[in-house]
C-alpha cells in the first residue's frame, strides 16, 4: 500500500512547499519586516493576549477586525470583507470557490506561486501568460488569453513578486473591462507602493482587492483580507473553514491596527532602504537591478548560483530565482532587511559576483 497511488497524479508528483533554513543567518529570503514590535507594544501585546478566551472558538466571521480593517485602510463603505489565515488561504478559497468543471485561471507570470499550485489543487486550468523580458505587462497577450479561455478568474499581483514593478494602471483597467469573471488584483505589497485599486473595491462588479499584514510586519499572526462586490465575497464565505482566523491572531491584529503608526514608519524605512539599496546595486560590474515598489529587489547578475552560494556562505540568505521560470535567469531576490543587514549586503555582495 502506498499513498501515492491514493492522491491525484498532479498532487502525488508535487513537491511540498520548502522553506529554507535560515538559522544562523541574515534571513532575507521571504519578503518579511526585519523590525521586531518596540518593546512597550511588545509588552502590551502580551497583556492583550493573555486575556484572549481561548477556551472559546473566535468570533467567526471576525466582524470587528473587519470593521478596523475598513477604517485603518480605507477600504470603501461599498465594499464586503473576507478574513483569511494569511492571504495564502483567501486564494485556495478563490480556486474552491470558482472550480466549476472546465474552470480556469489566467495569470501573469512569473508571479505569486500559489496561484498556479492553487489552480491546480482545485483542478481549475492554469494558463500562464509570459510577461516581457523588462518584466512589464503583456497586455496583448494576456487579453488575447482572456478571450480564447474566458477564465473564471485572473490573478494579477500589484506590485508583482517576484519581479517587483507595478504594472501600469490603465492595463489593469483594459484587464478588468475584457475579464468576464473575477479579477484579483493582490496587494500584498501595498505599504511599499505608489498606487492601488482599493478605491474600487465593492464597487467595481468584477474587482476582488487581495491584502494581507504579513509584510506590513505581521508575518507571523496570518491575517490576509479580500475586499470586493458583496456578490463574490459571499460566494467565497460558503467555502471559507469556520473560525479559519484563530483568537490571537484577531486579538493580535485589533491590538496592531491601533498602533499603524509604527508600522507605517517602519514601512517608510524600508522604502528609503529599498532606494539606496537599488542605486548601490545598480553600480555594481553586470548587475541589473528591476524597478520595486515592494520591499524587495530583483537583480540579474552574471552567475546567480554563484552569487547565491557565496552571499549564503557570507552569512546571508536571499531567494534564488533561477531556475523557477526562464524570464527569471541569473535572478535573484534581496528582501530589504534592517540598514545594518543591508550594509551587510552591500559589503558582501562586490566579493560575490
Ligand atoms: N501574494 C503575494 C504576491 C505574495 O508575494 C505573498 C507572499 N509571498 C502572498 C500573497 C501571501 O502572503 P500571506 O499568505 O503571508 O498573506
Not at 519578503?31 to 477556551?55: S, V, Y
Not at 506561486?113 to 509570459?130: D, E
Request: aromatic content about 8%.
Amino acid at each position: 500500500m502506498n499513498a501515492r497511488d491514493w492522491v491525484r497524479p498532479e498532487i502525488a508528483e508535487l513537491a511540498a512547499y520548502h522553506v529554507a533554513d535560515a538559522s544562523g543567518l541574515i534571513k532575507l529570503d521571504a519578503m518579511e519586516n526585519p523590525f521586531p514590535l518596540p518593546a512597550d507594544l511588545q509588552a502590551e501585546l502580551g497583556q492583550r493576549l493573555a486575556q484572549a478566551a481561548l477556551n472559546r472558538y473566535p468570533d467567526p466571521q471576525g466582524g470587528g477586525l473587519k470593521e478596523k480593517l475598513k477604517s485603518a485602510f480605507a477600504i470603501p463603505a461599498a465594499a464586503s470583507v473576507i478574513l483569511g489565515n494569511g492571504s495564502d488561504e483567501l486564494i485556495t478559497l478563490i480556486c474552491q470557490a470558482l472550480a466549476r468543471p472546465g474552470a480556469k485561471v489566467v495569470a501573469a507570470e512569473p508571479s505569486f506561486v500559489m496561484y498556479k499550485l492553487n489552480a491546480v489543487f482545485s483542478k481549475l486550468a492554469y494558463v500562464g501568460v509570459p510577461l516581457k523580458a523588462d518584466f512589464s505587462l503583456d497586455l496583448d497577450a494576456i487579453l488575447a488569453a482572456i478571450a480564447a479561455e474566458q477564465p473564471a478568474v485572473v490573478f494579477l499581483a500589484y506590485p508583482n513578486n517576484p519581479t517587483g514593478p507595478l504594472y501600469q494602471r490603465a492595463e489593469l483597467e483594459a484587464i478588468l473591462a475584457a475579464a468576464p469573471g473575477m479579477v484579483v488584483v493582490d496587494e500584498a505589497y501595498t505599504a511599499f507602493a505608489s498606487d492601488s485599486f482599493m478605491g474600487l473595491a465593492g464597487s467595481h462588479p468584477k474587482l476582488v482587492v487581495m491584502r494581507t499584514l504579513s509584510k506590513l510586519g505581521l508575518a507571523g499572526i496570518r491575517l490576509g483580507y479580500a475586499a470586493g462586490p458583496a456578490h463574490w465575497i459571499n460566494e467565497l464565505d460558503k467555502v471559507r473553514p469556520p473560525y479559519n482566523v484563530n483568537v490571537l491572531t484577531q486579538a493580535a491584529a485589533l491590538f496592531a491596527l491601533d498602533h499603524l503608526a509604527v508600522f507605517d514608519q517602519q514601512a517608510a524605512l524600508l522604502r528609503s532602504e529599498r532606494s539606496r539599496v537599488q542605486r548601490a546595486l545598480a553600480v555594481l560590474p553586470g548587475v541589473t537591478v528591476f524597478p520595486s515598489e515592494a520591499n524587495f529587489l530583483t537583480a540579474r547578475v552574471p552567475d546567480a548560483d554563484k552569487t547565491f552560494a557565496a552571499l549564503k556562505a557570507a552569512g546571508i540568505l536571499i531567494k534564488r530565482l533561477h531556475g523557477s521560470h526562464p524570464l527569471l535567469e541569473d535572478c535573484l531576490r534581496f528582501t530589504i532587511g534592517s540598514p545594518a543587514e543591508n550594509d551587510a549586503v552591500l559589503a558582501a555582495l562586490p566579493n560575490c559576483l
